[in-house]
């Protein structure tokens, strides 16, 4: 397994606290590893990567609150980061 030091200021901090603090996921360590995912899957990178059911489940439950969010106008920006 592989460790690393990621360094955030501004939005993409402040857009890992609210993941954290909503309760979206458990720990910083799922948030990265759902944001490389999501990446590979936007550039189509061939992988061998064999996802567990805990975390198609935690996606899942994440999926469901954001769309519950949206539809109760809670969300009503579109986020548009570059990093």
Known sequence: MDEFIVRLKGKPKEYLDILLKEGY???KSEI???G???LANKYNVEQDYV???DE???VGKA???ELRDIQ???VN???KMNF
């Open 77 to 79: 920006y579109i986020l």
């Open 63 to 65: 999926v469901k609150r």
């Open 51 to 53: 996802v567990d059911k």
């Open 32 to 34: 990265v590893r759902h």
């Open 72 to 74: 109760k106008k809670k």
């Open 36 to 38: 490389i995912l999501a």
């Open 25 to 27: 996921f458990n720990t």
């Open 56 to 58: 198609l489940i935690k």
